[in-house]
């Protein structure tokens, strides 16, 4: 059974930076393309980045247009965890942060991966950016 913990959220303001981490286990975490997704009160939830699965050679990314150049994603699959370090956060990047696996292996995502392209989420962690 696959599980994903994200932890690394928190209240910050405008302009700081934070690093949310997702730790993955019961899957071969090396064979699967990662995702962040996030969803603001009242909206629907909206890809963040994405991180395609590792061989140990480096992996493509693809970025939100609304987040590139301030978001970076990574992995470390000796630790099975993806993270996303968010610098220069801004009031709309407010919102609950989910990590998410790929339904299949060995699968690079699009610049724009649906919801429906993963197969697992974690509960979440949220962020809230403050002026």
């Known amino acids: 059974q696959v599980q994903l913990a994200e932890s690394g959220g928190g209240l910050v303001q405008a302009g700081d930076s934070l690093n949310l981490s997702c730790a993955a286990s019961?899957?071969?975490?090396?064979?699967?393309?990662m995702a962040w997704f996030r969803q603001a009160p009242g909206k629907e939830r909206e890809f963040v980045a994405s991180?395609?699965?590792?061989?140990?050679?480096?992996?493509?990314?693809n970025y939100a247009d609304s987040v590139k150049d301030r978001f970076t994603i990574s992995r470390d699959n000796a630790k099975n965890t993806v993270y996303l370090q968010m610098n220069g956060l801004k009031l709309e990047d407010t919102a609950v942060y989910y990590c998410?696996?790929?339904?299949?292996?060995?699968?690079?995502?699009?610049?724009?991966?649906?919801?429906?392209?993963?197969?697992?989420w974690g509960q979440g962690t949220q962020v809230t950016v403050s002026s």
């Open positions: 998410a696996v790929h339904r299949y292996k060995y699968r690079i995502t699009n610049s724009h991966p649906d919801i429906s392209d993963f197969g697992s």
């Open positions: 019961g899957l071969p975490f090396g064979d699967y393309s």
């Open positions: 991180i395609s699965w590792s061989d140990g050679t480096l992996s493509s990314r």
